[in-house]
Structures are given as structure tokens and as C-alpha cells.
């Protein structure tokens, strides 16, 4: 059951990571409108609330792979 728990966060987890990355483009352009705006979406990064969420992220697909590849059942 644990197994299948693990595969599913890594497949929510992966989701979400894609739909954070895909919105710093969203949030850049955004910006863009009110004329103040970082050239690379990845400097985004920098700021606090992007990089909490991306670590949270990433630390729930390792927990998940953790669960996935190994837990007993």
C-alpha cells in the first residue's frame, strides 16, 4: 500500500513542479505589465515564496520515492 502511495506523490509531486515552473513564466509576464520584471523566470527563485514552495515540492517527491522504491509492501 505504501508503494502505492509513493508512486502517487511522485506523480502529484512532478505535476506540481511543472505547473510551479510553467507559472514563473506566468508571473514574469505578469510583470512584464507593470514594467518591472527579471530577465530569467529562474531568478524568480530568489524570492522567498517561490523557493519554499519548489523545496516543498521537492521534498515531498523524495519522500514519495523514498515510499516507492523503499518501503517493505
Given at each position: 500500500?505504501?508503494k ?16 510551479e ?19 530569467n ?33
Open positions: 500500500m505504501k502505492h502511495w509513493g508512486i502517487g506523490g511522485i506523480i502529484l509531486g512532478l505535476l506540481f513542479l511543472s505547473a515552473l510553467y507559472c514563473l513564466k506566468v508571473i514574469q509576464s505578469l510583470e512584464m505589465l507593470h514594467g518591472t520584471w527579471l530577465l523566470a529562474w531568478e524568480y527563485m530568489k524570492e522567498p515564496q517561490c523557493l519554499i514552495a519548489i523545496l516543498i515540492t521537492i521534498g515531498v517527491i523524495i519522500y514519495s520515492c523514498y515510499l516507492a522504491f523503499f518501503s517493505k509492501k
